[in-house]
């Protein structure tokens, strides 16, 4: 069975870091882009990054603006996880963070985002960001 499940979510204060884990089955998901996305309350969901798969430009990596430069993005082939570094954290980073792929893209290309019916999404992790 293809899944994925996100994990490391929590409360931190602005300005600390959290460590997002998304572990995949079923698939391999070093092969495949593999893309972070984020969902505020009463907005609409938006890209956070993107890491191509080995199928493509592995390692490759595209940020959103508001996160370049605080957010890290890699994988962990031996243990088909990928990981989502967030350090210098403000509080509009609050968001559920959710992690998915597309079993048909190997490329970020800027645009990424998983499409039916080769689209695998985890059930998303709260952060909270607040003092």
């Known amino acids: 069975q293809v899944q994925i499940v996100e994990s490391g979510g929590g409360l931190v204060q602005p300005g600390g870091s959290l460590r997002l884990s998304c572990a995949a089955s079923?698939?391999?998901?070093?092969?495949?882009?593999i893309g972070w996305f984020r969902q505020a309350p009463g907005k609409e969901r938006e890209g956070v990054s993107c890491i191509s798969g080995k199928g493509g430009r592995g390692g490759s990596a595209d940020y959103a603006a508001a996160v370049k430069g605080r957010f890290t993005v890699s994988k962990d082939k031996s243990k088909n996880t990928a990981y989502l570094q967030m350090n210098s954290l403000k509080p509009e980073d609050t968001a559920v963070y959710y992690c998915?792929?597309?079993?048909?893209?190997?490329?970020?290309?800027?645009?990424?985002?998983?499409?039916?019916?080769?689209?695998?999404w985890g059930q998303g992790t709260q952060v909270t960001v607040s003092s």
């Open positions: 998915a792929t597309d079993l048909e893209q190997v490329d970020c290309d800027g645009d990424f985002y998983p499409r039916v019916p080769n689209d695998v």
């Open positions: 079923g698939f391999a998901l070093d092969y495949f882009a």
